[in-house]
Nanobody, 123 residues
């Protein structure tokens, strides 16, 4: 069974930074595509960023240039560095893992999900 545990969320002022981490159990982490999604109150879950085992990366347009996704296969961990945070980034952030992810931006391709971590950006 694969388990994902996010950490690093919190309250930050606009313009600040946070670094989210997602620790993954399982022996095949290095072969998973890893994604970050978020869901704000009253809104649909949306794609934020993702990284394949090959290292290819995708970002949602609104976070390009501000967020950076990375992974450390030796530590079975994926990260989301978030800079220049805005109040509209406020949401619960989820990490997800999938072994056969065709479209990184689509949540339907991911097999495993974490419990989420709250990010709140004050203005």
């Amino acid at each position: 069974q694969v388990q994902l545990v996010e950490s690093g969320g919190g309250l930050v002022q606009a313009g600040g930074s946070l670094r989210l981490s997602c620790a993954v159990s399982g022996r095949t982490f290095s072969r998973y595509a890893m994604g970050w999604f978020r869901q704000a109150p009253g809104k649909e879950r949306e794609f934020v960023a993702a990284i394949r085992w090959s290292g290819s990366i995708a970002y949602f347009d609104s976070v390009k240039g501000r967020f950076t996704v990375s992974r450390d296969n030796a530590k079975n961990t994926v990260y989301l560095q978030m800079n220049s945070l805005k109040p509209e980034d406020t949401a619960i952030y989820y990490c997800a893992a999938g072994s056969r992810v065709y479209a990184l931006e689509s949540s339907n391709w991911y097999d495993y999900w974490g419990q989420g971590t709250q990010v709140t950006v004050s203005s």
